[in-house]
């Protein structure tokens, strides 16, 4: 139980287009979603929390505008990177948390960035 | 506020030799702390949870945590190690309560040498 799925696991843009990734809690409803970037051998980095329904809590340093965030249902939340640069290019792994409060993450097998 | 330091960037092991890799926790808060596993190019996979109930902790594929708060210390450890356990490991802390992020360590890398 508790399967996080994320769509595309890899992708590659060419600067200035947008990229769609999208989180999914397979077999149970998510509260609460996180997007968290990692460098090549660094950490995990939180980006946002995401909550169904209600607007994304952004990370100091976390442009809002560039990453735009989704919750729309308790199985579902989207990030949109807007015109991508190749600084953008990373890992960027979800998480989705069964209810509020819980400290327990389950995480997605993470997305491969790469802008051209 | 909380952090997380794992004492080692990178530990190699035999095959079939012990694994300690270690984490000290600070936490202003009573914490949950995690053990986490990635492969290369993968997600994470939870290997243990330790949230005030018995300080030592079992968890899969033969992975157990000591919390012991007298040294703030959640250090993982398997008594004899796989090729297959070759990952990087990343120690977690969190508030019990639920209310504070998950904060990562820096991540272990983990090698078995055959």
């Known amino acids: 139980g508790a399967v996080v799925s994320q769509h595309p696991s890899r992708v590659i843009c060419k600067s200035g287009t947008s990229v769609k990734i999208e989180c999914r809690s397979l077999d149970f409803q998510a509260t609460t979603m996180f997007w968290y970037r990692q460098f090549p051998k660094q950490s995990l980095m939180l980006m946002a929390t995401s909550n169904e329904g209600s607007k994304a809590t952004y990370e100091q340093g976390v442009e809002k505008d560039k990453f735009l965030i989704n919750h729309a249902s308790l199985t579902l939340s989207t990030l949109t990177v807007t015109s991508a640069h190749p600084e953008d290019s990373s890992f960027y792994i979800c998480?989705?948390?069964?209810?509020?409060?819980?400290?327990?993450?389950?995480f997605g097998p993470g997305t491969r960035l790469t802008v051209l | 506020a909380q952090s997380v330091t794992q004492l080692d960037s990178h530990v190699s092991v035999s095959e079939g030799t012990p694994v300690l890799l270690r984490c000290n926790y600070s936490?202003?808060?009573?914490?949950?702390l995690f053990w986490y596993v990635q492969h290369p190019n993968k997600g994470l996979q939870l290997l243990l949870k330790?949230?005030?109930?018995?300080?030592l902790v079992k968890g899969i594929n033969g992975f157990e945590a000591e919390f012991k708060k007298s040294e703030t210390s959640f250090h993982l450890t398997k008594p004899s190690a796989h090729m297959s356990d070759a990952a990087e490991y990343f120690c977690?802390?969190?508030?019990?309560?639920?209310?504070?992020?998950?904060?990562f360590g820096k991540g272990t890398r983990l090698s078995v040498i055959a």
């Open positions: 936490s202003s808060y009573s914490p949950s």
């Open positions: 977690v802390v969190s508030s019990s309560s639920g209310n504070t992020p998950l904060v």
């Open positions: 330790y949230t005030s109930a018995a300080t």
């Open positions: 998480s989705a948390s069964i209810r509020q409060g819980s400290d327990t993450q389950y």
